[in-house]
Nanobody, 126 residues
Framework: QVQLVESGGGLVQTGGSLRLSCAASGRTFSTYPMGWFRQAAGKERDFVAAISWNGGSTDYAESVKGRFTISRDNAKSTVYLQMTSLEPRDTAVYYC???????????????????WGQGTQVTVSA
């Protein structure tokens, strides 16, 4: 079983930056593709970014390309989401997700992931 714990959320002004972290338990973290999703109030959970098991491949939603960067440190069992040039539309609960399969590549669908964190709130003020 893998547990994911997000941290780093908070309140930031438009144009500001935040770095989210997702710490994973479990010895096989380094083999899992990982992703970040977000859910704004009253809306569906949407894909934000994904990274392959070794960090060699990444994928981003169009809305965050050029502003967000996903990375991972397998030695620390942690995946990160660096967010810059934040806008009010980025306000949401951000969730870390792990795919329980030793697959190559990146994955952008909710159903691709097995493990989910509890989420961390990001609020961007105008």
């Amino acid at each position: 079983q893998v547990q994911l714990v997000e941290s780093g959320g908070g309140l930031v002004q438009t144009g500001g930056s935040l770095r989210l972290s997702c710490a994973a338990s479990g010895r096989t973290f380094s083999t899992y593709p990982m992703g970040w999703f977000r859910q704004a109030a009253g809306k569906e959970r949407d894909f934000v970014a994904a990274i392959s098991w070794n960090g060699g491949s990444t994928d981003y939603a169009e809305s965050v390309k050029g502003r967000f960067t996903i990375s991972r440190d397998n030695a620390k069992s942690t995946v990160y989401l660096q967010m810059t040039s934040l806008e009010p539309r980025d306000t949401a609960v951000y969730y870390c997700a792990g795919r329980n399969a030793h697959d190559r590549g990146t994955f952008s669908r909710l159903e691709d992931y097995t493990y989910w964190g509890q989420g961390t709130q990001v609020t961007v003020s105008a």
